[in-house]
């Protein structure tokens, strides 16, 4: 059963930064439920605002709803009320009421909705989509605005007025304009976060669109420096922010953007990298290459980012991503 009722959520959720685990598989593509729950704990030890199980980064699009209802359960059982966790509904509307459903009662405390699966929509199609969702459970929902699910103002308000517990919208356009009216028609009344591809590079802009928060990627890997980020952008402070770019995030893209699919890829790739290898990504994604791990790998002690245990031991070391990108070559 939730702790938080939806407006409770989502107060919890827009002043702390927020994050997608990676879903670890076996090397026969099942989900490694053990190193999951390792990663949940470690990510659960930090002070993140909440964490959503089974979405984008977590490779939500290529898990069953059966695995998505496992992973769901997995990390709420880890979490350990440390940290709001959030659910994912994706697919046609049924398997999107089914997705709510089973979040639900796995013990999530929220849910994102993502787009419908592929055929376009116009609004009154959306809004009965999220409306259908929304009613189907009782959890705070939170709509993701991208692809072919993109939400006018106009049916933003609409599905806020039909359905207490819609408390959030999420964006991955970056349309000044729409956002501008998006919050503009709904104030308060909701919460909103970035979810534009390695958000970072958008957080603190977005931040005088209404946006007070943004889920971070590459907290998965170095979580440390991902807080770090938030904490200067919420303070506003533009030196601090461009520094973290120029040194770690800018580089970051330009290895993320040498392949398509490389938005999920180089987040397993950060984990193998620090020594907590997730497994491979499903097809139809690639893992990076050796090249591309190595690249990252040095990235991370260039940039003075590499994270480190409690007991001040580094938690992946070069030799470690070197013994990585030797496996990846053979």
Not at 161 to 184: M, S, W
Not at 218 to 245: C, G, I, S, W
Request: glycine content about 10%; charged content about 20%.
């Amino acid at each position: 059963m939730a702790t938080y009722a939806p407006q409770e959520l989502a107060v919890a959720l827009k002043d702390g930064l927020l994050s997608f685990p990676v879903t670890p598989f076996t090397a026969d593509g099942a989900v490694d439920e053990q190193r999951y729950r390792d990663h949940i704990d470690w990510q659960s030890s930090f002070p993140i605002g909440g964490l959503f199980a089974a979405g984008g980064t977590g490779e939500g699009f290529s898990l069953t709803p059966q695995e998505s209802a496992q992973v769901v359960r997995l990390a709420v059982e880890t979490a350990g009320g440390r940290t709001p966790v959030l659910g994912s509904a994706g697919g046609n509307t049924a398997q999107a009421i089914e997705n709510a459903r089973a979040a639900q009662d796995a013990g999530a405390e929220g849910l994102l909705l993502l787009p419908p699966y592929l055929t376009e929509a116009d609004q009154d199609g959306l809004l009965e989509h999220a409306s259908a969702v929304c009613a189907a459970t009782d959890l705070g929902v939170i709509v993701y605005n991208r692809g072919n699910a993109i939400y006018s103002a106009t049916t933003v308000a609409r599905l806020a007025e039909r359905h207490p517990n819609f408390i959030g919208f999420k964006d991955a356009i970056g349309d000044i304009e729409h956002l501008t009216r998006v919050y503009a028609t709904n104030g308060d009344r909701l919460f909103y976060l970035g979810g534009l591809p390695t958000a970072e590079t958008y957080a603190l802009p977005l931040l005088q669109l209404g946006m007070s928060t943004y889920s971070s990627a590459m907290y998965n890997f170095v979580p440390e420096f991902a807080l770090e980020f938030y904490r200067d952008v919420r303070a506003q402070n533009h030196a601090a922010v461009t520094e973290k770019l120029r040194r770690f995030v800018l580089p970051y893209l330009d290895i993320r953007d040498r392949t398509k699919g490389y938005g999920v890829s180089i987040v397993k790739g950060g984990m193998k990298a620090i020594g907590r290898d997730m497994g491979s990504v499903r097809a139809p994604l690639q893992d990076l290459t050796a090249q591309d791990l190595a690249d990252l790998s040095a990235l991370l002690d260039a940039a003075g980012v590499r994270p480190a245990p409690a007991d001040g031991a580094p938690a992946g070391t070069t030799a470690d991503a070197d013994a990585a990108v030797d496996t990846l070559a053979g």
